[in-house]
């Protein structure tokens, strides 16, 4: 295959909470610091424009009206000043950069999708991804989206794809992405994922449900994966908990995701951030050939006389 070599970056960082403009200037100065760094694709994590919706998992849904205002409010569209302004960093400075962001829908005064965009390095969008279906709590903020993202790019750096948190559980999903010749899997995930008050025994450990599904996928696709999740900070705990001390223990001791990357074995590669920050690895395209002679599932691994999988 030659020299297919490239370094990728996962930007662990929060937002400005529910400052679209201000959390896309961040970005941008994120995106010129990875390309200064070396990278080639720069990935951000979920509804990283304007922020995570955890308040609603936290709060009954008659109570959550205000918050489910500001929310919308700050959600972008995909052809707004927001999005424009991550495109033309990515041009600027000639590298590949995924974002997630809650996408308003321009039918509907209180409709959104939870959305993933990957640009190009000329500022294209090549990927435009409306999560297929919200998460639990996430069916109060965001309408199902559709199959049109389900797509692999392919790209000067290799084939790109790409799902948003849960749908890495869903295998027809992470399957149709395979079938396109995925080399690079992208997931992004929200800083934490609250699934009930937690206890010192029944946390919901996201570090590794993210790691569990990430792996499964990588090893089976014999892809790299790049696992972004978003950091929550002292600014966004604040909006969210409005000075309720309930909700503020519930924060407090809900896990926090890490982003990391893994190479086509599901084994671990270059870095693992917990504080914010931005994370690196060497992505080498050629490991994707050895692990296909084990088990090739969209060629000699499979049985296409038996199954049929279509979207």
Request: proline share 6%.
């Amino acid at each position: 295959m030659g020299n297919m070599k490239f370094w990728a970056a996962a930007a662990h960082i929060a937002p400005v909470y529910l400052d679209p403009g201000a959390s896309a200037e961040k970005a941008c100065s994120v995106i010129a610091e990875a390309a200064r760094n070396g990278a080639s694709l720069v990935v951000f994590s979920e509804s990283f424009l304007p922020g995570f919706p955890v308040w609603a998992a936290l709060y009954p849904p008659i109570q959550s009206h205000e918050h489910f205002k500001r929310f919308l409010t700050a959600s972008v569209y995909i052809d707004g000043p927001e999005i424009e302004r991550v495109r033309k960093a990515a041009s600027d400075n000639g590298v590949f950069v995924s974002i997630g962001f809650s996408e308003r829908n321009p039918a509907s005064v209180g409709g959104m999708w939870n959305s993933n965009v990957l640009i190009s390095d000329t500022g294209q969008i090549l990927i435009h991804h409306r999560k297929l279906v919200a998460t639990f709590f996430e069916k109060l903020v965001w309408d199902p989206g559709d199959g049109a993202g389900l797509v692999v790019a392919n790209t000067r750096i290799g084939r790109i794809g790409g799902l948003i948190c849960g749908e890495n559980t869903n295998p027809l999903a992470r399957y149709s992405l395979m079938t396109q010749g995925e080399q690079v899997h992208i997931s992004s995930y929200p800083p934490i994922w609250p699934t009930r008050v937690p206890t010192e025994s029944d946390n919901y450990d996201n570090r590794a449900a993210n790691r569990i599904r990430a792996s499964a996928h990588c090893f089976e696709a014999k892809c790299f994966g790049i696992i972004v999740a978003g950091h929550l900070d002292e600014v966004a705990r604040k909006s969210i908990a409005l000075d309720d001390p309930a909700i503020e223990a519930i924060i407090d001791a809900s896990p926090r995701a890490t982003s990391f990357f893994l190479g086509p074995t599901g084994a671990a590669t270059g870095d693992e951030m917990i504080d914010e920050g931005i994370g690196y690895a060497q992505i080498d395209l050629d490991d994707c050939v050895e692990p296909k002679r084990f088990h090739d599932v969209v060629a000699g691994y499979n049985r296409f006389d038996i199954f049929d999988v279509t979207v």
